[in-house]
């Protein structure tokens, strides 16, 4: 097998993957990205043993016991998660996700995904949320790949997410034309990932100045449970 995969708390794993995470999201080789939630989080950490061992994608998750829970996740700084924090299920955070940009094989996400799908399994989880990021808060690509997702993929009424931040990008007001046509060709792979599951998103993106990101809160509801 290509790929060797640790997983867990530890400090040391913690700490290389926020390493990577700081060549990634910031393009620094020093200092790490860190925050207030990744010691309490468990970290993936993906090597490609045909490469020395070489660590080539990276993220975390976390579980919760129930969905009140979900209102001190890293995704309720963005996103106002009250009407979800009432409902019957047992969530689990995904995010920070990163892939070496220089990875090429294929098999790595799908290594990844496949080991996230196990985690979810093993954790009797059933509903799965987080931030999924584009990369460049201002790069014209994403308006296209927004407006494929205003189309289905929209969060349902009854499981809306309210705005919180104060620096955000409408999906719903977006408008297309003959010479703007929609793509999704340049959604993160993450979000595939849950959009191929059935997920939806947001109807707005926050904008993070910090990171350089434009993201979308995104959900998996795997029971599907009527919700009235």
């Known amino acids: 097998m290509r790929y060797r995969i640790e997983f867990g708390q530890s400090d040391a794993n913690r700490v290389k993957a ?3 995470r700081q060549r990634f999201f910031r393009e620094s080789e020093t200092g790490l990205d860190e925050d207030k939630f990744d010691k309490i989080s ?4 993906i090597f490609d043993e045909k490469k020395d061992d070489k660590l080539v994608l990276v993220f975390r998750s976390r579980s919760f016991l ?3 829970d979900i209102l001190y996740s890293y995704s309720a700084q963005y996103y106002d998660l009250t009407t979800l924090s009432e409902l019957p299920f047992k969530p689990m955070e995904i995010g920070r996700l990163c892939v070496d940009k220089r990875a090429r094989d294929p098999f790595l996400l799908l290594t990844a995904f496949k080991y996230l799908t196990s985690l979810i399994s093993n954790g009797g989880r059933d509903f799965i ?5 584009f990369s460049g808060a201002n790069n014209p690509k994403h308006l296209a790949s927004l407006r494929s997702l205003k189309q289905n993929q929209l969060a349902e009424p009854k499981l809306s997410i309210t705005k919180k931040s104060n620096s955000i ?5 977006l408008i297309g034309s003959d010479n703007q046509k929609m793509d999704n060709n340049f959604l993160p792979p993450l979000l595939k990932f849950y959009l191929r599951l059935g997920g939806k998103v947001s109807d707005h993106a926050v904008i993070d100045s910090d990171l350089d990101t434009l993201h979308v809160f995104t959900y998996l509801d795997l029971n599907r449970k009527k919700i009235n």
């Open 18 to 20: 926020q390493k990577f």
């Open 66 to 68: 129930s969905m009140k």
């Open 169 to 173: 990008l409408d999906i719903k007001t």
């Open 42 to 45: 468990d970290h993936c950490l």
């Open 129 to 133: 949320f987080g931030c999924t990021s």
